[in-house]
């Protein structure tokens, strides 16, 4: 019996977009969904209380992380990662293979595993397929992912091929590993690059393996958004219609929008809560740099479309004060904006698709934002 159930609601008459409701063991999630990025056990500047309040559904975590510090022995005696971290609701935790790829620069892969040199020390450590399993079992998260290789962009074509092979074996030795199934679902990981011969057959592979959701991997690494659209194109028609889609590393309210209309129907990423701590804020009227001088005498609200604490409570100038004086509220309260309004814009989205004027509501947002 698999830990996740999805249910199709209702397909749009005008993309590809789907409204579904995702079951996990700590909740239901209303889909589709962005996921804000808790990599170390916590949303950064968040509380689980202040997740809540903003309508976060599920969070996810990082495995390569938590491996490293404190180390999932550590999170398995404290009963968990909800119990460790506080948090009731749905938990996703990836892999560990993109920030093996991605943070060290020594590295090795073969048949067996990856070695690499952590971020922390320099200290030399092994990852294998069964080891990402047994670690994010030990974890205890809701949603897990295989573990695959994350291609570089650009990539050529023999390598993408032999790495989708090896991403495939990989997959059939997690599923084989993962024993956990009742109350942890573990999503295959579509991949092959920017080829599309490659894309299909990675789909037809993948999901022969039957995993009860699937994520798209190897987009959002620095390729043109086009090309990533273009790649999601030719995926999403021949994906699961039972089975959830998850689009790995995008929160862009554009890439939101694009990815949804083309079937997608979870999102994760650290953008929001990036560039907030960098003073930069979303708003309905586009982005926005609150350290900027401009802001200095600003006693309107960040958005005053937003309903989030910061800007019921809160002034552009008192927020440009925080982070001029450097305090630790400025990236609060630019991080609790930040993450509602992306929230709120999936709400949107979802009412949008049930009302059937999804693809009207885009055109209304991108021109108020400025995409046009």
Not at 95 to 124: A, C, M, P, Y
Not at 198 to 219: A, C, H, N, Q, W
Not at 359 to 366: G, R
Request: charged share 30%.
């Amino acid at each position: 019996m698999s830990a996740i159930k999805y249910e199709l609601i209702k397909e749009s008459k005008d993309s590809g977009a789907r409204l579904g409701k995702l079951y996990t063991p700590h909740g239901v999630i209303e889909t589709p969904i962005f996921m804000p990025v808790g990599t170390q056990a916590t949303v950064k500047a968040m509380t689980p209380e202040e997740l809540k309040s903003i309508g976060a559904q599920i969070i996810l975590s990082n495995t390569y992380h938590l491996h490293m510090r404190p180390g999932e022995e550590i999170i398995k005696k404290a009963g968990g990662l909800h119990k460790f971290m506080n948090w009731d609701k749905p938990i996703l935790t990836d892999s560990g293979g993109f920030q093996v790829f991605s943070l060290s620069d020594l590295r090795n892969i073969t048949e067996e595993g990856v070695t690499f040199k952590s971020h922390l020390d320099g200290s030399k450590h092994f990852i294998s397929p069964e080891d990402a399993i047994r670690i994010e079992n030990a974890l205890g998260a809701d949603i897990i992912m295989c573990f695959d290789e994350c291609l570089p962009y650009p990539c050529e074509y023999d390598y993408a091929k032999n790495s989708l092979n090896r991403t495939i074996r990989w997959a059939e030795r997690c599923k084989e590993t993962h024993k956990n199934t009742e109350n942890q679902a573990l999503f295959g990981i579509i991949q092959g690059g920017m080829y599309r011969d490659l894309r299909e057959e990675s789909v037809k592979r993948m999901t022969e393996l039957d995993f009860p959701g699937y994520s798209i991997g190897g987009l959002s690494i620095g390729e043109p958004k086009e090309l990533m659209y273009e790649v999601l194109d030719y995926t999403m028609p021949i994906m699961p219609k039972d089975k959830p889609r998850y689009l790995m590393g995008v929160g862009s309210p554009d890439c939101l929008f694009e990815g949804v209309i083309r079937g997608i129907d979870m999102f994760d990423c650290v953008l929001p809560t990036r560039i907030a701590r960098n003073g930069t804020v979303l708003t309905s009227k586009g982005k926005l740099v609150i350290k900027n001088a401009k802001y200095a005498e600003d006693f309107r609200p960040i958005d005053d479309e937003c309903d989030c604490y910061a800007c019921k409570n809160y002034s552009r100038a008192y927020i440009r004060h925080l982070f001029k004086a450097k305090e630790i509220l400025a990236a609060r309260l630019a991080t609790i904006h930040n993450l509602r309004f992306l929230i709120h814009l999936m709400e949107q989205i979802r009412e949008a698709i049930k009302d059937d004027r999804l693809l009207e509501f885009k055109d209304e947002f991108y021109s108020k934002y400025g995409y046009n």
